[in-house]
């Protein structure tokens, strides 16, 4: 994760609007996500939030599991999701 707060905050919101979009075309669920991830569906709505940060870890183990590449789930500035 960046230390620029603003670029934290921003790159949080970009993950986060790549795994929704993923989340609806696999229409998964908050909770399933959850389940997929090991984590409490708490847990996941705080990272939609931007009050938890998505780890690489998080992000790795859905490219995984969805067999998309990492960089799907991490856009570009430039990138849409």
Not at 22 to 43: H, P, Y
Not at 57 to 79: C, M, N, R
Request: proline letters at 5%.
């Amino acid at each position: 994760m960046p230390n620029d707060p603003a670029a934290k905050a921003d790159l949080t919101r970009r993950i986060s609007q790549a795994v929704r979009s993923e989340m609806t075309d696999r229409n998964l669920s908050q909770s399933e996500l959850a389940d997929i991830l090991g984590v409490a569906r708490t847990t996941v709505v705080r990272k939609f939030m931007g009050d938890r940060d998505w780890t690489l870890s998080d992000v790795a183990k859905l490219a995984s599991v969805w067999q998309v590449p990492i960089t799907a789930l991490i856009p570009d500035d430039g990138e849409a999701a």
